[in-house]
């Protein structure tokens, strides 16, 4: 790695065996502060019969109990901080579906750490210091855009912090400013692409050449696009506020085939949802982390309900850390048809690409009786009369029983119908409820 770069990357290379000596003796640092300083935790350590000192190798980690979202809730809105209010630098929080929001909580130490890891994550991204970065993450409560920011300052960037929304402004600010790199849901680059074309903007021709996506789950066939018609080289990125917001674990920009997970300062494991038993690398399960070096909210394996592989297959970039594959979707948002488990993003793959078809989505959800139904609804790309329009809608159809195997009604729509993002996409309406 060369020196060009503000903070410290020798970690990012370190030997497999040093990356586990290192969380070794950092995890017997978080489950000791846990259980001394929040309660909720001494409460479960005991009630599963484990103390921090019952950790001696890593393979102990698994005696511990799980951490979920519903005790951030139950301990609303600040009974899991290991630091006193006071010394907090920061309040982030996001809005569940239902009831209160979950509120995650920085020390200055917090800020810093994460801070680096999102300098990191834009270096693995191919961002270099003196870029332009175009960040049109949300800010606010939302970790997106402040993250993104100050990791984009750290680099040695210039930030643009324009948020999301505004849409006609971003392409603006995109060709005048000329950025070279832009951070936004995926969801939402598709939209600015759209309104840039309307505005005969050709986004292919401005310097912008990485994008920066993530916040939501995506596919590689909507890579493609993106690619396509920003004229860019699009990677993924992940996080989450439990466990510290955008710069958990980053695509690089070498091999765009997975995330590098920041094995020095979390844990991450993959588990079968069902029965809480580990799945091996390579096996899809629902990614659990255990957080290393946070001060205020130490995480002890929390449940992210998203649903990935690990790999450890080596990179030709030359970091070392394992990588997540594709988070296909989140447990939560799986909908059973059928018999069939399906992820919004498993039809996404199916849409983009389609002739006739935009890359615009939702599914519906309904109850039929006892089963549950799914209507797709998705977008013509042009003016369409009513027989091409049902001709087309039993072509999806058919597309979306052959590579996902689920039954589903399709409705194609008028151009523009289905709602834009400019943020997280929602993909379910789900009126069942
Ligand atoms: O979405 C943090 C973030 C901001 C990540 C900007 C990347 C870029 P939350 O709002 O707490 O935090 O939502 C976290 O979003 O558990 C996943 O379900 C989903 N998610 C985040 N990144 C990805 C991704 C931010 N790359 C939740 N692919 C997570 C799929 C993702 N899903």
């Keep these: 790695m060369t020196d060009i770069f503000m903070f410290d990357r020798t970690a990012e290379t370190m030997p497999c065996d040093d990356i586990a000596a290192l969380q070794c003796k950092r995890v017997m640092n978080t489950l000791g502060r846990a259980y001394e300083k929040v309660p909720h935790y001494k409460r479960a350590f005991d009630a599963a019969g484990v103390k921090p000192d019952d950790f001696k190798t890593l393979d102990d980690l698994q005696r511990f109990p799980f951490t979920v979202k519903t005790d951030l809730r139950d301990n609303y809105p600040f009974g899991m901080f290991a630091e006193p209010r006071e010394t907090l630098m920061r309040l982030h929080a996001s809005s ?32 270099l210091p003196g870029d332009i970065v175009h960040n049109a993450y949300g800010y606010g409560l939302f970790t997106g855009g402040l993250g993104a920011h100050y990791g984009a300052e750290r680099l040695g960037c210039t930030v643009v912090p324009v948020s ?80 510290l917001g955008p710069g ?113 989505y939702q599914f519906v959800v309904t109850q039929d009786g006892p089963m549950t139904a799914l209507r797709v609804e998705v977008e013509a790309d042009a003016a369409m009369d009513d027989d091409a329009r049902t001709a087309k809608a039993a072509e999806v159809q058919h597309h979306i029983k052959s590579i996902v195997g689920v039954t589903c009604e399709v409705a194609v729509m008028d151009i523009g119908a289905v709602p834009r993002s400019e943020g997280k996409a929602v993909r379910v309406r789900d009126l069942r409820k």
């Design 96 to 127: 569940g579906t239902t009831g209160k929001p979950t509120v995650v909580g920085y020390t200055p130490a917090d800020v810093e750490l994460w801070t680096n890891l999102m300098a990191r994550s834009l270096a693995c991204a191919g961002a």
């Design 164 to 243: 999301g929304g505004g849409t006609e402004r971003q392409v603006i600010l995109l060709e005048d400013f000329a950025a070279r790199v832009i951070c936004a849901t995926p969801s939402y680059a598709l939209n600015i692409a759209e309104v840039a074309a309307r505005q005969g903007v050709d986004l292919r021709t401005l310097p912008v050449s990485i994008g920066v996506f993530g916040a939501e789950p995506w596919s590689d066939a909507l890579r493609g696009e993106l690619e396509d018609k920003l004229g860019l080289k699009a990677v993924d990125i992940y996080g989450l506020s439990e466990i």
């Design 248 to 360: 958990v674990a980053m695509e690089c920009h070498v091999e765009q085939a997975g995330l590098h997970a920041w094995e020095d300062h979390f844990i991450f494991e993959t588990i079968d949802p069902e029965t809480l038993e580990p799945v091996p690398d390579g096996e899809p399960g629902e990614l659990v982390i255990t957080t290393l070096t946070k001060e205020a909210l130490p995480m002890v394996r929390y449940r992210t309900r998203d649903i990935t592989r690990l790999s450890d297959e080596p990179c030709s970039c030359g970091r070392t850390h394992r990588r997540i594959l594709r988070i296909t979707g989140r447990d939560d948002d799986m909908l059973i048809i059928r018999g069939v488990n399906v992820y919004p993003s498993q039809v996404e793959a199916v849409l983009v690409g389609l002739p006739g078809i935009a890359p615009h």
